[in-house]
């Protein structure tokens, strides 16, 4: 058999031309990549290292079709965006403006024979002109498009969870040839656990939070906790459950609790007459209401202190306003000032410690370092080689770029065994 030829557009590390390839190679098909394209610089960098690459193509709209050279296989992961709301679903037409106009065109210009599109899972139901819409125009007009292509196309959503990685992580495949339409059911799942793919041994991290933890927990017992103020569960730490910005007494820690449940409930809203926010800012004597078992000097001392040590702020409600032409949320200084819980969760040193027994939830690049892992007696970050086994990238996979770039690159990125198993039913 002749070699499979195949093109990688919209890159970033290379998942998907990896995950590509070790199909290929289980199959025994000789195969090779013979265009790349990609714009993020350090994504470039990444990629190069890994693939012994040099040549990256950048933007992929400025690249004519007949410029790039003839492949079997296309493989995309590009961004989502809404098409035009000018758009009659006409198909090809109607992509322009958009990046999936790219692969549209070079897909009609080249006749591959076939092509692997990924994509996140809200794609599907993106841009819905009906609540009751199975799916969105955005991905009709694409399986459309591609139909029109000649192509028979299938699409599902599938969860990295189930291919062998310890992340819950959706994402829509749409697959084609020109010959049947492939199949994506049936896949015979792999399970693991986050402690399968930990290090051990490895730099710990020495800081006042970590110390405030240390001092309240015992480094087992952080394992699967969350840290976040604007949220509780059994499996929630609060900064004043560690005394970060000072200690508290047991009287301010139930008005906190209590109002952490209160602010988000929606008849607030419907007494201040503002549509309703998740986490509405309440009046003294709203929290009066629900701690009559506190003398009244008494919750206005607590407040005032809880003030003073920053676990809440005195703050306008918001209401939805039209500002320069568009609907968003703005403080209603016509109503009055209330006390909220002042700190979100990107505002600790760390938002989450993993439990080894567990999978995690979606790693998202603005949250990628603040995961927490229990090292001995310790906690440090993820290192660079358990953010890439998260992705299912084999340990050959090196990052040669600083930490911050290689976690916004992850938290985008997809998941390798996935593309695997999809690329075998394809080439299959």
């Known amino acids: 058999m002749s070699k499979i030829k195949y ?11 990896l995950g590509f390839s070790q199909a290929c190679d289980e199959l025994d098909l000789s195969h090779e990549c013979v265009f790349s394209s990609e714009i993020k610089p350090h994504a470039i960098d990444i990629y190069k290292y890994n693939f012994n690459e040099n040549n990256i193509h950048g933007d992929i709209t400025q690249i004519n079709a007949s410029d790039i050279p003839d492949f079997d296989y296309l493989l995309a992961g590009f961004p989502c965006q809404a098409f035009s709301a000018a758009g009659k679903q006409l198909g090809f037409d109607d992509t322009r403006g958009t990046l999936f106009f790219d692969v549209a065109r070079i897909l009609k210009e080249k006749k591959p024979k076939g092509f692997i599109l990924e994509n996140v899972d809200g794609f599907v139901t993106h841009d819905k002109e009906c609540k009751t819409d199975e799916i969105g125009r955005t991905l009709s007009i694409i399986l459309n498009t591609l139909k029109d292509l000649n192509y028979k196309v299938t699409w599902k959503v599938l969860d990295a969870s189930n291919f062998g990685v310890p992340q819950v992580r959706k994402r829509v495949f749409i697959i084609g040839n020109l010959i049947t339409e492939p199949n994506l059911e049936n ?7 986050i402690g399968d793919i930990l290090e051990e041994g490895l730099p710990t991290i020495t800081s006042y ?13 952080l394992k699967g906790k969350s840290i976040k103020d604007k949220r509780g569960g059994k499996n929630n730490i609060h900064s004043w459950d560690i005394a970060i910005k000072g200690e508290i007494n047991i009287h301010q820690k139930i008005v906190l609790e209590r109002l952490l449940r209160e602010r988000r409930k929606k008849h607030w809203a419907k007494l201040k007459g503002i549509t309703w926010m998740d986490g509405m800012p309440l009046t003294y004597n709203e929290i009066a209401s629900f701690c009559t078992d506190i003398p009244a000097e008494q919750l206005k001392i607590l407040l005032s202190d809880l003030e003073k040590k920053g676990y809440v702020k005195l703050e306008h409600p918001k209401d939805i306003m039209t500002i320069n032409g568009k ?19 990107l505002s600790f040193e760390f938002n989450e410690i993993l439990h080894p027994k567990d999978i995690s939830n979606t790693l998202v690049a603005t949250e990628v370092d603040r995961i927490g892992v229990v090292d001995g007696e310790k906690i440090r970050r993820l290192s660079d080689k358990e953010c890439l086994r998260f992705f299912g990238f084999p340990d050959s996979y090196q990052s040669n770029i600083p930490n911050k770039k290689l976690y916004d690159l992850i938290g985008n990125t997809v998941v390798v065994p996935v593309v695997k198993s999809v690329a075998l039913r394809l080439l299959q």
């Not at 896949?187 to 656990?193: G, R, V």
Request: no cysteine; proline share 2%; charged share 30%.
């Open 7 to 17: 093109i990688d557009l919209f890159a970033g590390m290379g998942g998907i031309r």
């Open 327 to 345: 609907n968003k949320r703005h403080p209603d200084i016509n109503k009055d000032k209330g006390y909220n819980i002042v700190t979100g969760k």
């Open 187 to 193: 896949f015979t799942f792999i399970k693991s656990q």
């Open 209 to 221: 939070f970590i110390d405030q933890l240390l001092k309240y927990y015992h480094v087992d017992d």
